[in-house]
């Protein structure tokens, strides 16, 4: 499906990939339509996967900015559509066929990029302020946020998939946006990145070494 006149009804776009996180079976279900509606229209309106990849990339690094000029609710707003254009761009690859593994690399890349600046910046911002407990809790989410990506490239390194966990990135995004814009909510949103996403790491870990056991 390449021309205007091929593009799907909504009816017929397939709905969010499953995925194992705590929070995507209730989001996948209450936003499929809406899901499904957009798809087509980014589909109707010629964009590739790659664009919106780069978009999203974009979004995070105004996030960055704003975060580093001492914002907190403006870039916590813009996170919404950032993650959205993450969601969307292998939605996108998938309706017009053009899933590779080039795109999944330069996804995989961008996305580490994009949570490398959101939290990065954050500790700046924190730690110029002299929040130094919350810059270091910032600090340690951002590494656990990339040990869990790291573990899952080594598992398919190994052959082995990977999708084990409760808290990715999807509930990453979900507790960044409530943290940076509900007040006084930044502290425990930190700690529960922090402390799930250890979570996370080590049940990666554990069902990659069980698997490589066999």
Do not use: K
């Not at 996180?21 to 996967?49: H, I, T």
């Not at 814009?181 to 996403?197: D, E, H, M, N, Q």
Request: aromatic share 6%; hydrophobic share 55%; with cysteine.
């Amino acid at each position: 499906m390449t021309e205007r006149s091929d593009a799907p009804r909504v009816r017929d776009v397939p709905g969010p990939r499953d995925n194992p996180s705590a929070a995507a079976p209730l989001v996948g279900w209450a936003l499929a339509w809406p899901y499904r509606a957009v798809l087509a229209l980014l589909f109707r309106a010629r964009l590739r996967p790659w664009h919106l990849t780069v978009l999203s990339l974009v979004a995070n690094g105004v996030v960055g900015w704003l975060l580093l000029r001492g914002g907190r609710l403006l870039p916590g707003l813009l996170l919404i559509p950032a993650g959205l254009l993450d969601v969307f761009d292998g939605g996108l690859a998938r309706l017009r066929g053009e899933e590779s593994q080039r795109g999944a690399l330069l996804d995989s890349v961008i996305d580490r990029a994009a949570d490398g600046i959101v939290f990065g910046c954050l500790f700046f911002s924190l730690a110029s302020l002299g929040h130094t407990i919350d810059a270091l809790l910032a600090l340690a989410a951002m590494i656990v946020s990339l040990l869990v990506s790291h573990l899952r490239a080594e598992a398919e390194a190994l052959g082995l998939a990977m999708s084990e966990g409760a808290f990715q990135r999807l509930e990453r995004y979900l507790a960044l946006v409530l943290g940076l814009t509900v007040p006084g909510a930044l502290r425990p949103a930190l700690i529960l990145l922090l402390a799930l996403g250890a979570v996370t790491a080590g049940q990666r870990l554990v069902a990659g070494w069980r698997r490589l056991a066999r």
